[in-house]
C-alpha cells in the first residue's frame, strides 16, 4: 500500500493493465467515455485506499504508484453518464475488474450489489447507489517470471494432429490416480497418471475448455448451480481461480504454466477453447462488474434501434464489439499472452462467426480475421473456428481464412445420419471422410483444414448417442427445453439403459462404428474426453450447470474393451500415413503406379457409377486407398508405411457379403478389423481378390492389403 497522501506519478499509458518494474506498478486502463477513472487499493483488512487517475492519453488513464509489490489487489471505480439510452452506465459504487488483470484473488459469486441498476417506481431504471466492492473478488498484481526450464512448443504437423477434447475439472475430479487435494485442478492435469494415460492412448493436443476467469450467473446461482462448462469469460488474461490447487506456495498462474511444461515434455500441445464472443455480464439487465461499468457503449455492440439493448448473436445476452480498435486491441493482446507468456499451442475460437461480423453485422466485416493473419505470434499458432452463431447467416463452414481449420459440422451430422440408416446419406459420407473436399479444396486447403468429430462437449456423449433419442436435460432447471432437440442416431430402438444382451452388443458395435469412422477418416479428428472408455451423462445432452458426476469422468466404470479398441485404431492412423494424407485423393493411379489413389466400390465388387450414388436407399459401400500412392515422409524424415486399406461401411441392420475388388488392386487380404468384435485385432485367415468378405448388419470391416 501507498504511503499515505503519496501522490501517483503519471506513469505510461501502455502497456495496459497493472504492470510490476520492480520498484512500483503502472497502471494503465481504457476508457473512451468515461468522466473519471478511480484506482482503488486494498490492505490485508479490505480497507480501501482511492487514487484518481488524472493523466489521461488517447482515452486511456494512468498512473504509476511507488513502492507497490506482487500480490497488491485492486479493482476501479469509473465515474460517468448512466444513461441506458446513449449506451452509457456506468455507475462508481460499482468496483470493476481490470480487463487486463492477469490473477484475481477468488473466484466471483453472485451478489445482487453486482447489478449497476435498480428499478424505481413506476419501472423506472436507475443507477444502484448499493456499494459492490465487499461481494467482489479483487485483481492481483503479479510477477510474470517463471522457470520453463528449456520449455519447447511440440510444433506437432496438422496432419499428425489428434486432438482431445477434456474438461480440467471433468477429466481428473474421480481420478483415483490423482492425489485427492489436487484433483480438479491444473496440477492434478499435469500428474503422470494423466498425462501418461493421454500419451499411451496416443493423442497429440488436449483441447481445454475454457480456463479464462468466469463470471458469476444469476439464474444457476438462485437454482444452486454454475456455469461447470465456463463459457462466460469476464478476465480474458486470467486463469480461473476454480481450477487451482489450495497449495499456498504456487500461484495459479505458475501452475497454469507447471501444467503447461508437462504436458510438452511428453510431447502433448494445449489447445484453449477460448470465448471472445461474448462476456459473463449477460445482457443489459446483468450484473456489472467489468466492461459494462468501464465502457459499455465501447466494450460491448449495441441494438442500433435501442442502445439500451445489446446485439446478442451468441444466445447469451451479448456480444463483444471487436470493430472498435481498443477492444480488437484487448483480444489480440490476450491471444498473444497466452501464446508468448503461458506458451499454450493454439486457440478453439467459440461461435467464431460473431468475431468477423462487421458494422452491420455482415460476415467478414470486422478486423479480426486480418488482425490474426499478420500477427507475427498468432498467425504460426493453431487457429480453430467454430463457424457458426445464431445471428442471421450464422452458419459460415468452409468460409473462414486459408490459415484457420473449422470444427466441420456436416462431418458430425453426415456420419451420424449415415450410421442411423438414414436414406440418400452415403455419397456425402464418402465426401465427409476423404476429408470434405466439396468445402475446402477450391481455395487451396488440405484435408486438415477440417476438425473432424462425432461428439464434442455441446451435445451428447458417444455413449448417449447410441443409447437416447430425446434429451434428458431436467437437472438444469429449464424443463428440459435447453439442448439438441435429437441426437440424429439409432438407439436400437429401446430409450436409456438397457439389460438386453442384443441391444447393449449393437450399441457397442455402433460406438465402434463412430471411432472407426472418425479415426480413418482424412482431416484432423476430435476425441471428446471419455468416449473412448464409455462415458455416459445419462442422456443430459447440455450439461453446462453439472458440476457433478454427471459431467466428470467415472474412470471406476472405465470400459477396458473400447479404450484398448481406440488406442488400437489411433495406432493404426499413426502408423499409415494413407489415412492422415497431407494432399486430397484424385481418383486416379498417381505416377508410377498402375492403381488409383481412391476407388469406391458397391457390393457385388464392381466400382460405383453416378447412377450408384444416387440411391437413396443404399447404405453399404466399399472404399479403397492406396498406401502406394502416398510420396510423404513420417516427420522424423522415414517412409510411412504403404499398406493399402480396403474398408466396408455396412449401415444396413442386416448382414451383407461384399464382393473385394478385383486382383489389380490386390491379391491377398487380411482383417483387422471388424467392429462386431470388441477387440482389435488380425485375422488369420486370408481373402484372395474377389472373394466375399461377410459383414454384418451396422458394422465396418478393415482389410489390409498383404504384399
Not at 4 to 21: Q, R, S, V
Not at 204 to 215: M, N, W, Y
Not at 248 to 262: C, D, N, W
Given at each position: 500500500?501507498?504511503?499515505?497522501?503519496?501522490?501517483?506519478?503519471?506513469?505510461?499509458?501502455?502497456?495496459?493493465?497493472?504492470?510490476?518494474?520492480?520498484?512500483?506498478?503502472?497502471?494503465?486502463?481504457?476508457?473512451?467515455?468515461?468522466?473519471?477513472?478511480?484506482?482503488?487499493l486494498?490492505?490485508d483488512a479490505?480497507?480501501?485506499?482511492r487514487?484518481a487517475?488524472?493523466?489521461?492519453?488517447?482515452?486511456?488513464?494512468?498512473?504509476?504508484?511507488?513502492?507497490?509489490?506482487?500480490?497488491?489487489r485492486?479493482?476501479?471505480?469509473?465515474?460517468?453518464?448512466y444513461?441506458?439510452?446513449?449506451?452509457?452506465?456506468?455507475?462508481?459504487?460499482k468496483?470493476?475488474?481490470d480487463?487486463?488483470?492477469?490473477?484475481?484473488d477468488?473466484e466471483?459469486?453472485?451478489?445482487?450489489?453486482?447489478l449497476?441498476?435498480?428499478?424505481?417506481?413506476?419501472?423506472?431504471?436507475r443507477?444502484?447507489?448499493?456499494d459492490?466492492?465487499?461481494?467482489m473478488?479483487k485483481?492481483?498484481?503479479?510477477?510474470?517470471?517463471?522457470?520453463?526450464?528449456?520449455?519447447?512448443?511440440?510444433?506437432?504437423?496438422?496432419?499428425?494432429t489428434?486432438?482431445?477434447?477434456?474438461?480440467?475439472?471433468?477429466?481428473?475430479?474421480?481420478?483415483?490416480e490423482?492425489?485427492a487435494?489436487?484433483?480438479?485442478?491444473?496440477a492434478?492435469?499435469?500428474?503422470?497418471?494423466?498425462?501418461?494415460?493421454?500419451?499411451?492412448?496416443?493423442?497429440?493436443?488436449?483441447?481445454?475448455?475454457?480456463?479464462?476467469?468466469?463470471?458469476?450467473?444469476?439464474?444457476?446461482?438462485?437454482?444452486?448451480?454454475s456455469?461447470?462448462?465456463?463459457?462466460?469469460?469476464?478476465?480474458f488474461?486470467?486463469?480461473?481461480?476454480?481450477f487451482?490447487?489450495?497449495?499456498?506456495?504456487?500461484?495459479?498462474?505458475?501452475?497454469?504454466?507447471s501444467?503447461?511444461?508437462?504436458?510438452?515434455?511428453?510431447?502433448?500441445?494445449v489447445?484453449?477453447?477460448?470465448?471472445?464472443?461474448?462476456?459473463?455480464?449477460g445482457?443489459?439487465?446483468?450484473?456489472?462488474?467489468?466492461?459494462r461499468?468501464?465502457?459499455?457503449?465501447?466494450?460491448?455492440?449495441?441494438?442500433?434501434?435501442?442502445?439500451?439493448?445489446?446485439?446478442?448473436?451468441?444466445?447469451t445476452?451479448?456480444?463483444?464489439?471487436?470493430?472498435?480498435?481498443r477492444v480488437?486491441?484487448?483480444v489480440?493482446?490476450?491471444?498473444?499472452?497466452?501464446?508468448?507468456?503461458?506458451?499454450?499451442?493454439g486457440?478453439?475460437?467459440?461461435?467464431?462467426?460473431?468475431l468477423?461480423?462487421?458494422?452491420?453485422?455482415?460476415?467478414?466485416?470486422?478486423?479480426?480475421?486480418?488482425?490474426?493473419?499478420?500477427?507475427?505470434?498468432?498467425?504460426?499458432?493453431?487457429?480453430?473456428?467454430?463457424?457458426?452463431?445464431?445471428?442471421?447467416?450464422?452458419?459460415?463452414?468452409a468460409?473462414?481464412?486459408?490459415?484457420w481449420?473449422?470444427?466441420?459440422?456436416?462431418?458430425?451430422?453426415?456420419?451420424?445420419?449415415?450410421?442411423r440408416?438414414?436414406s440418400?446419406?452415403?455419397g456425402?459420407?464418402?465426401s465427409?471422410?476423404?476429408?470434405?473436399?466439396d468445402?475446402?479444396?477450391?481455395?487451396?486447403?488440405?484435408?486438415?483444414?477440417?476438425?473432424?468429430?462425432?461428439?464434442?462437449?455441446?451435445?451428447?456423449?458417444l455413449?448417449?448417442?447410441?443409447?437416447?433419442?430425446?434429451?434428458?436435460?431436467?437437472a438444469?432447471?429449464?424443463d428440459?427445453?435447453?439442448?439438441?432437440?435429437h441426437?440424429?442416431?439409432?438407439?436400437?430402438?429401446?430409450?436409456?439403459?438397457?439389460?438386453?444382451?442384443?441391444?447393449?452388443?449393437?450399441?457397442?458395435?455402433?460406438?465402434?462404428?463412430?471411432?472407426a469412422t472418425?479415426?480413418?477418416?482424412?482431416?484432423v479428428?476430435?476425441?471428446?474426453?471419455?468416449?473412448?472408455i464409455?462415458r455416459?451423462q445419462?442422456?443430459?445432452?447440455?450439461?453446462?450447470?453439472?458440476?457433478?458426476?454427471?459431467?466428470?469422468?467415472?474412470?471406476?466404470?472405465?470400459?477396458?474393451?473400447?479404450?484398448?479398441?481406440?488406442?488400437?485404431?489411433?495406432?493404426?492412423?499413426?502408423?499409415?500415413r494413407?489415412?492422415?494424407?497431407?494432399?486430397?485423393?484424385?481418383?486416379r493411379?498417381?505416377?508410377?503406379?498402375?492403381?488409383?489413389?481412391?476407388?469406391?466400390f458397391?457390393?457385388?465388387?464392381?466400382?460405383?457409377?453416378?447412377e450408384?450414388?444416387?440411391v437413396g436407399?443404399?447404405?453399404?459401400?466399399?472404399?479403397?486407398?492406396?498406401?502406394?500412392?502416398?510420396?510423404?515422409?513420417?516427420?522424423?524424415?522415414?517412409?510411412?508405411?504403404d499398406?493399402?486399406?480396403?474398408?466396408?461401411?455396412?449401415?444396413y441392420?442386416?448382414?451383407?457379403?461384399?464382393?473385394?475388388?478385383?486382383?489389380?488392386?490386390?491379391?491377398r487380404?487380411?482383417v483387422?478389423?471388424?467392429?462386431?468384435?470388441?477387440?482389435?485385432?488380425?485375422?488369420?485367415?486370408?481373402?484372395s481378390?474377389g472373394?466375399?468378405?461377410?459383414?454384418?448388419?451396422?458394422?465396418?470391416?478393415?482389410?489390409?492389403?498383404?504384399?
Amino acid at each position: 500500500m501507498p504511503k499515505k497522501n503519496h501522490e501517483p506519478l503519471p506513469g505510461a499509458h501502455a502497456p495496459l493493465g497493472a504492470t510490476w518494474d520492480g520498484a512500483g506498478v503502472n497502471f494503465a486502463i481504457f476508457s473512451e467515455h468515461a468522466a473519471g477513472v478511480t484506482l482503488c487499493l486494498f490492505d490485508d483488512a479490505d480497507a480501501e485506499t482511492r487514487i484518481a487517475l488524472a493523466d489521461r492519453i488517447e482515452h486511456v488513464w494512468h498512473a504509476y504508484i511507488e513502492g507497490l509489490h506482487p500480490g497488491q489487489r485492486y479493482g476501479y471505480r469509473v465515474a460517468g453518464a448512466y444513461d441506458p439510452a446513449a449506451g452509457h452506465r456506468f455507475n462508481p459504487a460499482k468496483l470493476l475488474l481490470d480487463p487486463y488483470a492477469r490473477l484475481l484473488d477468488r473466484e466471483p459469486e453472485w451478489n445482487e450489489a453486482m447489478l449497476g441498476y435498480r428499478v424505481g417506481a413506476r419501472g423506472a431504471i436507475r443507477p444502484s447507489n448499493v456499494d459492490s466492492a465487499a461481494s467482489m473478488p479483487k485483481c492481483v498484481v503479479t510477477d510474470p517470471s517463471f522457470d520453463w526450464d528449456a520449455d519447447r512448443n511440440p510444433r506437432t504437423p496438422w496432419a499428425d494432429t489428434i486432438i482431445y477434447e477434456a474438461h480440467v475439472k471433468g477429466m481428473t475430479a474421480l481420478h483415483p490416480e490423482v492425489p485427492a487435494e489436487l484433483r480438479g485442478t491444473y496440477a492434478g492435469l499435469a500428474t503422470p497418471a494423466v498425462i501418461g494415460y493421454l500419451a499411451s492412448l496416443g493423442v497429440t493436443a488436449i483441447e481445454l475448455l475454457p480456463v479464462h476467469q468466469t463470471g458469476p450467473e444469476r439464474m444457476l446461482h438462485h437454482a444452486g448451480l454454475s456455469n461447470y462448462w465456463g463459457y462466460n469469460t469476464v478476465g480474458f488474461f486470467a486463469p480461473a481461480i476454480r481450477f487451482a490447487s489450495p497449495r499456498e506456495e504456487i500461484s495459479p498462474i505458475a501452475e497454469f504454466k507447471s501444467m503447461v511444461r508437462a504436458f510438452h515434455r511428453a510431447g502433448i500441445e494445449v489447445i484453449l477453447d477460448v470465448v471472445y464472443n461474448h462476456t459473463g455480464e449477460g445482457n443489459q439487465t446483468g450484473p456489472t462488474i467489468c466492461f459494462r461499468g468501464i465502457d459499455n457503449a465501447a466494450y460491448y455492440r449495441l441494438r442500433r434501434d435501442d442502445r439500451r439493448l445489446t446485439e446478442d448473436f451468441t444466445g447469451t445476452g451479448n456480444s463483444l464489439n471487436l470493430i472498435h480498435p481498443r477492444v480488437l486491441q484487448l483480444v489480440m493482446d490476450s491471444l498473444r499472452y497466452w501464446v508468448l507468456e503461458m506458451h499454450v499451442d493454439g486457440f478453439r475460437f467459440d461461435l467464431a462467426t460473431t468475431l468477423a461480423r462487421g458494422p452491420q453485422g455482415e460476415f467478414g466485416g470486422s478486423a479480426f480475421l486480418a488482425a490474426i493473419a499478420q500477427d507475427p505470434v498468432l498467425a504460426k499458432v493453431k487457429l480453430i473456428a467454430e463457424p457458426w452463431d445464431i445471428g442471421e447467416g450464422g452458419y459460415r463452414v468452409a468460409q473462414f481464412p486459408v490459415n484457420w481449420k473449422e470444427w466441420n459440422g456436416k462431418f458430425r451430422d453426415s456420419v451420424r445420419d449415415f450410421w442411423r440408416g438414414a436414406s440418400y446419406t452415403m455419397g456425402e459420407f464418402a465426401s465427409r471422410i476423404t476429408g470434405s473436399s466439396d468445402l475446402y479444396q477450391a481455395d487451396s486447403r488440405a484435408p486438415q483444414a477440417s476438425i473432424n468429430f462425432v461428439s464434442a462437449h455441446d451435445g451428447f456423449t458417444l455413449a448417449d448417442l447410441v443409447s437416447y433419442n430425446e434429451k434428458h436435460n431436467e437437472a438444469n432447471g429449464e424443463d428440459n427445453h435447453d439442448g439438441e432437440s435429437h441426437n440424429r442416431s439409432w438407439n436400437c430402438g429401446v430409450e436409456g439403459p438397457s439389460h438386453d444382451p442384443a441391444v447393449l452388443a449393437t450399441r457397442e458395435q455402433q460406438k465402434r462404428n463412430f471411432l472407426a469412422t472418425l479415426m480413418l477418416a482424412q482431416g484432423v479428428p476430435m476425441l471428446l474426453a471419455g468416449d473412448e472408455i464409455g462415458r455416459t451423462q445419462n442422456g443430459n445432452n447440455n450439461a453446462y450447470s453439472q458440476d457433478n458426476r454427471t459431467s466428470w469422468i467415472d474412470w471406476a466404470s472405465a470400459d477396458p474393451n473400447l479404450l484398448d479398441f481406440t488406442r488400437r485404431l489411433i495406432q493404426l492412423r499413426r502408423r499409415h500415413r494413407v489415412f492422415r494424407r497431407r494432399g486430397w485423393f484424385t481418383g486416379r493411379p498417381p505416377k508410377g503406379a498402375r492403381v488409383k489413389d481412391l476407388a469406391w466400390f458397391r457390393p457385388d465388387g464392381a466400382e460405383m457409377t453416378a447412377e450408384d450414388w444416387g440411391v437413396g436407399y443404399a447404405k453399404t459401400l466399399g472404399m479403397f486407398v492406396n498406401g502406394r500412392a502416398i510420396r510423404e515422409r513420417n516427420r522424423d524424415g522415414s517412409t510411412p508405411s504403404d499398406d493399402s486399406f480396403f474398408l466396408i461401411f455396412n449401415a444396413y441392420q442386416e448382414p451383407m457379403e461384399f464382393r473385394l475388388p478385383a486382383r489389380s488392386f490386390g491379391n491377398r487380404w487380411v482383417v483387422i478389423l471388424d467392429t462386431t468384435q470388441p477387440t482389435m485385432s488380425e485375422s488369420k485367415r486370408i481373402h484372395s481378390g474377389g472373394e466375399e468378405v461377410h459383414a454384418a448388419g451396422h458394422s465396418t470391416v478393415i482389410l489390409r492389403r498383404l504384399p
